[in-house]
């Protein structure tokens, strides 16, 4: 390596930043192997706890992962709107899609476990959903699919898995959940 190498145990930088610069290199990471090996085509997915659900989001569907942000709340809004975060110098919109399903919102998990994941830019929506952690690349290949009642989920969350410890996850299809009319409708009036 070159003497132009960023050095992360500098002491004159904090451990808080050190963190959050290996948290970022792991997460370029995992995007460039993921690119690298077609995960769209693969079947890779990322997988997150959402409230207390365990999802799966479609790498091609997303955008990036930042870890959670001060949110403005924006008057006249439903509770599942938590508001506008800043994010890269854009503003984008925070959904809790736990609150959304009409769950209870995620206290689970520590804060710094929290990140925001954007959508991609394809969507057409400038948004990011709220998860509680993240939990890594998962392979739709080592798990097995779960049939479910077609009238109780939407079409954006009607496929579950169950991956070889007996976990079940919800395949969230952040392009179908877009269409949903009342996603769209994040005010009160």
């Known amino acids: 390596m070159s003497s132009q190498t960023l050095d992360t145990s500098n002491s004159s930088a904090g451990p808080e930043r050190r963190s959050r610069l290996r948290q970022y290199q792991v997460q370029l990471l995992e995007r460039m192997q993921a690119a690298k090996t077609g995960a769209a085509e693969s079947g890779r997915e990322l997988g997150v706890r959402i409230g207390d659900s365990l999802c799966l989001l479609d790498l ?72 509680e952690r993240v939990l890594g690349l998962r392979k739709l290949a080592d798990m097995e699919p779960v049939e479910q009642d077609a009238d109780d989920a939407p079409s954006w969350r009607n496929q579950h898995f169950r991956d070889g ?25």
């Open 60 to 131: 091609t569907q997303i955008s990036e992962i930042v870890p959670q942000q001060a949110v403005t709340p924006v008057p006249l809004a439903r509770d599942w709107y938590l508001g506008l975060a800043n994010i890269r110098g854009n503003l984008t919109g925070v959904i809790d899609l736990a609150r959304y399903q009409g769950q209870a919102a995620g206290a689970g998990d520590a804060a710094a476990e929290r990140r925001l994941i954007t959508f991609a830019p394809g969507l057409g929506f400038n948004c990011a959903l709220l998860a």
């Open 165 to 189: 410890e007996g976990q079940q996850w919800i395949r969230i299809d952040l392009a179908q959940l877009v269409r949903e009319a009342r996603f769209s409708q994040v005010g009160l009036v």
